[in-house]
């Protein structure tokens, strides 16, 4: 560069700054305000970049023919244009045509169909020559509204857009550039030399070093849409219509969808190894042999099933039939837990273990060798080889126990039989019907034991000639306790006697209390007293003195007639009352109860029972044994005196 032309670049760049020399090239670094003065002097263009001069311009349009718009401008081929072009017709640039519109097709695959045309209500449409230098703007159309076309030739029908290239931005190596049409044009955009975005009718590409995003549209069945990402050179995603693919290393996630018939699926692998797939029918979540699967087929065999498998062995299994039938399953080995719902009354839960030492079901023949538990709706079955207890409720509720293949125990809502023996002819029921409860003991099939509301019954022999006691109370009768031989009654306890039917009771001991029953040997031994010399201690024969004081005693005995409360009161007797000799202080003559005796209005009675119970005491007796040695005693006395009046005779 001279240095006139260095000093004028100066003066401008001070100015303006926007001027920039490299080389002896002065290139633009931003816009020139001219101030409304002319760049003249300009030679004409020669490449696509160059300014055009005003004669250029002028002469290269004084030929153009202008014709009456277009409503709408192709935009693809239009298959036998003439009878498809009709009233209603709705596949030119979005555009719905009616009788009478004037269409524009530059698009034909036959380029002599090209030309305008116009619609008319019958077919066929009427067809428009056009020559050299025809220009027609379009009025409406997604793509081409208010855009002139230009006829180029005839031979072929060749038909394009006003400036086909049309330069936007360029600066040194960076440039923003727009060719063609909307269709078939181009926009680039490059910096220092290097593509860093380029948009095209089918393509979208965003570039930066060995990084881009594509995105490719043909518009065609045939070549489907994809999107495509690239890291470093890696592919890193993908997308088209029907797949989605996500990739990092050996690592990725695909997404398929073919909308059609063919089921979708999203895969995902981790280092190369399918970890999640995904379909319309079955999803699966998988590590090595462990996988979770969500199934649905609506198959005959099931339309639903959920498993997980660990190990490659299945431990829990989900299924729904076609049947509508639902089972889920949990195991483990020879282990499983089970529930089965057939929506029918049937549904079921059955635990099996270890293949062995399972039950069958003897009543519904249900079970299996390995079951252990099995639950209906209206059952319930706990087993363990031939033994299992059962609970069952069809609206008769009832429970039973089975042990080594016998019954041992039933139950229902009136009867509960406890069983032993092979037999079954040993039990113990309770029946309870809300109205007489009873308790039946039964060994060899004869009852031992029953036991009702108001009775208690032990039991031997048959029922036609039974040996039983039997116990009574009603709460409103007299109690009672009876023991029956063969039949015939031996002893009768109630609450005021016992009666033992002219039977004898043997083998009594000796009395302690008062109360004691007493045999007849110790009867006889106290009636007679014991006398014997052997068994006597400090003998003192009786003296005057005694006499004397048994005179004295005998003189003062009040000898009274009475009848008990109990007896009849014409029933009379002679006797003694205790509480007169005590106060003679006779020897042993009167001795009292150890125990209480109850009295009422009418004498002796049942404290608990008794309305007129007055008090309870203890019951003063007379022993009419000890007052024989005083009557001695005075008969000798007397007896010493007939003896002196005798003699004085």
Known sequence: MSTRQKRAYDEIAGNLDVLDLVADRMGMLGNINMNGNKITSVGNPSSSGDVATKAYVDTTYSSFHFLTPVRVASTINIVNPLTTLVNGYDNIDTVLLATGDRVLLKNQTDAAENGIYVVNDPAPATKIELVESNVVFANEGALNKDSGFLCTSVSPMTIQRFA??????????????????????????????????????????ITQGNSYLQLDDAESELTPSTMEMRLDSAQKMTISGTTTNIIQGDTSIAVYDPSSATPSTVTVNVDNAAKIECSSTTSVIESFDTKFIAYDEGSAAYTSKLSGDVDGTERLAITKTAANTLSTKLGMGNNSLQLLDANAGSNQLIYRGGGVNGFVDPVTGTGAADCRLSMSYDTTVIGQNNSYFKVADGGVGTASIRVDGLDKFTSTA????IKQGAAATTYIDLFDDASNPTMITTLANANKVEVSKNTTKLRQNTAVTPTDIEVFDDNVGTPYVKIRISTAEVLTVEAASVNVHSHKIVNVSDPVANQDAVTLAYFNANLSGTSDERVKDGIEYETREIQDSAIEKFKKLKLCEFSYKWEDKDRRQLGFVAQDLDQLNIRNSVVTDTYKSHICKTGLCSKESCPEHVHSIYIKRVRNDSLVPLLVSVINSLLSDVEKLKSKL
Do not use: M
């Open 414 to 417: 009136t009867l509960t039989r």
């Open 164 to 205: 086909t290239v049309a330069p936007i931005l360029s600066a040194f190596d960076t440039k923003i550039e727009i060719t063609g049409e909307p269709v078939a044009g181009e926009l680039l955009v490059a910096v220092d030399n290097v593509e860093k975005l380029t948009i095209n009718a089918t393509t979208t590409k």
